[in-house]
């Protein structure tokens, strides 16, 4: 299921109301719930940020950084969201 909260992007300052944690699909019995350390996409700006043990979001640390880089989840992630809202927002794969 989702979780209900209020999360505010570190880099655009987006508000979202829901999270969810970027999984292969099988990996969770349900709809990824996001713990402290999960990873998540912003839909409004495209960059990723990581969930803190007080559920608020921010910005990954230098090796965070690196293991998202390195990530085929977070890589395909962002992928679909540069086909689709970036494209429309001009911004370059």
Do not use: Q
């Not at 999984?23 to 495209?46: F, Q, V, W």
């Not at 965070?64 to 390195?70: M, R």
């Amino acid at each position: 299921m989702t979780r209900v909260l209020t999360a505010i992007c570190p880099y655009c300052f987006h508000e979202h109301n829901r999270t969810s944690a970027v999984a292969m699909p099988g990996e969770y019995k349900d709809e990824p719930r996001m713990r402290a350390g999960d990873t998540t996409l912003c839909i409004n700006c495209g960059e990723f940020a990581i969930m803190g043990k007080d559920d608020m979001l921010r910005a990954p640390t230098k090796r965070e950084a690196k293991g998202i880089a390195g990530n085929y989840k977070c890589n395909m992630v962002r992928l679909a969201w540069l086909d689709t809202v970036g494209k429309r927002r001009g911004k370059a794969g």
